[in-house]
């Protein structure tokens, strides 16, 4: 079964400090997503991606946050500086376009722990 | 903005017990229900989706979700749960043809006593 994967499964970084957390996803999906779920809290909705550019993002998305796709198949999530309270599990997704196709297919995650 | 709920933080049943979790969403237009599964150390998995039609749905391993607009409801169920089914379940929402946003629940932690 086709998968969404994740890397680093676990980064550790100092408060600060650039971090980016790399997504594949599946080959013929065309819109992308980064969740973050902070410890002990709910799964939220950072941001979409479609057509090189982003649909939708939340408040969370701040200007400390940026997505791009380089090269046309990782789906990357940058932190510029990241804070303590960036400390969370991220979550890429993606979907296929068409018809019934509001199924996010989700990767492992990547947790990022801020010191 | 829909929200949604999920009153069950932490539920401990024993192999072969029924289960029940609720979830309950706020918004009055049209949405798109679905389940989600994390298994320990696992990604989220989707069980089951509600789309339209027979708003009682059937997911994988056994499970099900009925839909009942009347109370904003989309409770998950299961009659004899395994202590495999110890997860991570979260319930969430999509405001039909609004965007690809999905909502999440804070999730219910079901353990399974074998």
């Known amino acids: 079964e086709p998968e969404v994967t994740q890397t680093p499964s676990h980064q550790v970084t100092q408060m600060g400090q650039e971090v980016i957390l790399r997504c594949v996803p599946i080959s013929n999906h065309l819109y992308f997503y980064w969740y973050r779920q902070i410890l002990g809290q709910k799964v939220e909705f950072l941001v979409s991606f479609y057509n090189n550019e982003i649909s939708e993002k939340s408040e969370i998305f701040d200007d400390q946050f940026s997505v791009e796709r380089p090269d046309g198949s990782n789906f990357t999530l940058k932190i510029r500086s990241t804070k303590l309270e960036d400390s969370a599990m991220y979550f890429c997704?993606?979907?296929?376009?068409?018809?019934?196709?509001?199924?996010?297919?989700f990767g492992a995650g990547s947790r990022l722990t801020v010191l | 903005a829909q929200s949604v709920s999920q009153h069950n933080h932490h539920v401990i049943l024993s192999e072969a017990a029924s289960l029940e979790l609720g979830c309950n969403y706020s918004y009055g237009g049209t949405v798109n229900l679905f389940w989600y599964v994390q298994y320990p150390g696992q990604h989220l998995q989707l069980l089951l989706k509600y789309f339209s039609g027979d708003p009682l749905v059937k997911g994988i391993k056994g499970f099900e979700a009925e839909f009942i607009k009347s109370k904003f409801s989309f409770n998950l169920r299961k009659p004899s749960v395994q202590w495999s089914d110890t997860a991570e379940y979260f319930c969430a929402v999509n405001v039909h043809n609004a965007g690809n946003m999905l909502t999440f629940g804070g999730g219910t932690r079901l353990m399974v006593k074998p």
């Open positions: 997704a993606s979907r296929e376009d068409g018809a019934g196709a509001n199924v996010l297919t």
